[in-house]
């Protein structure tokens, strides 16, 4: 109960502090965005040297290759629509989603999803897909039309969008807890309290945008 209460206390602060940083105007996003990359970089790099120890080159490439890939991240979500209201959907997406995931998983249980994270079951991934189209539906409360998004999509090509960035989200998560099962850690770092590392709770965050804003650029063209 006292993690939970961690969990819930942390979530809110960091709801607020994202919420703030993405409409108060586009610096503040741009310095949370890399202050968040900054962060997940550092504890990315912790995992692989406690995965390759001794392996100084492989360690060399992994921290390269995740340095260029948070540049994207951080380019992608700052150039990511014109509208605040675009990116709070799909940041939406992802937090129903882990929430859905979170809820359903330990509620129900069940037959477990993969190797690579023991808590993930399949009932969690139904749930995570489930609870993804809570933005949707309360798109849908409040008016398609009034929400002023930027892409011209039918509700049915946003309903499969959605999904899709539930799926891309979820993925993320399995492929850091990869690494954290390689590296023998439960958690990617400690900075944030009942959750673990930065890297931990926004995972998803960082594969779910950056499709996203590939999807809207082909979307787009067509």
């Given at each position: 109960?006292n993690n939970l209460q961690k969990r819930i206390f942390t979530s809110f602060i960091l709801s607020v502090v994202l919420l703030?940083?993405?409409?108060?105007?586009?610096?503040?996003?741009?310095?949370?965005?890399?202050?968040?990359?900054?962060?997940?970089?550092?504890?990315?790099?912790?995992?692989?040297?406690?995965?390759?120890?001794?392996?100084?080159?492989?360690?060399?490439?992994?921290?390269?290759?995740?340095?260029?890939?948070?540049?994207?991240?951080?380019?992608?979500?700052?150039?990511?629509?014109?509208?605040?209201?675009?990116?709070?959907?799909?940041?939406?997406?992802?937090?129903?989603?882990?929430?859905?995931?979170?809820?359903?998983?330990?509620?129900?249980?069940?037959?477990?999803?993969?190797?690579?994270?023991?808590?993930?079951?399949?009932?969690?991934?139904?749930?995570?897909?489930?609870?993804?189209?809570?933005?949707?539906?309360?798109?849908?409360?409040?008016?398609?039309?009034?929400?002023?998004?930027?892409?011209?999509?039918?509700?049915?090509?946003?309903?499969?969008?959605?999904?899709?960035?539930?799926?891309?989200?979820?993925?993320?998560?399995?492929?850091?807890?990869?690494?954290?099962?390689?590296?023998?850690?439960?958690?990617?770092?400690?900075?944030?309290?009942?959750?673990?590392?930065?890297?931990?709770?926004?995972?998803?965050?960082?594969?779910?945008?950056?499709?996203?804003?590939?999807?809207?650029?082909i979307l787009f063209y067509l």
């Amino acid at each position: 109960m006292n993690n939970l209460q961690k969990r819930i206390f942390t979530s809110f602060i960091l709801s607020v502090v994202l919420l703030i940083a993405l409409f108060l105007n586009k610096y503040s996003w741009l310095i949370l965005l890399i202050i968040a990359s900054i962060i997940c970089f550092f504890e990315f790099n912790n995992i692989v040297k406690k995965i390759w120890k001794r392996k100084k080159t492989s360690i060399y490439f992994a921290n390269l290759i995740s340095f260029f890939y948070l540049i994207f991240f951080t380019y992608s979500a700052f150039n990511f629509s014109k509208i605040e209201e675009d990116m709070l959907y799909v940041l939406l997406v992802c937090i129903f989603s882990d929430i859905g995931g979170y809820v359903i998983g330990k509620s129900i249980g069940g037959k477990k999803l993969t190797k690579l994270s023991p808590n993930k079951t399949l009932s969690g991934t139904l749930g995570s897909f489930v609870f993804s189209l809570a933005p949707l539906i309360l798109l849908l409360i409040i008016y398609f039309e009034e929400m002023n998004i930027s892409i011209n999509i039918s509700i049915t090509e946003l309903f499969f969008i959605t999904l899709v960035l539930s799926f891309i989200c979820q993925s993320g998560d399995l492929f850091i807890s990869y690494f954290k099962r390689k590296a023998k850690v439960k958690d990617t770092g400690s900075i944030l309290p009942g959750h673990g590392g930065l890297l931990d709770r926004i995972d998803g965050i960082i594969f779910a945008v950056p499709a996203a804003f590939i999807l809207e650029k082909i979307l787009f063209y067509l």
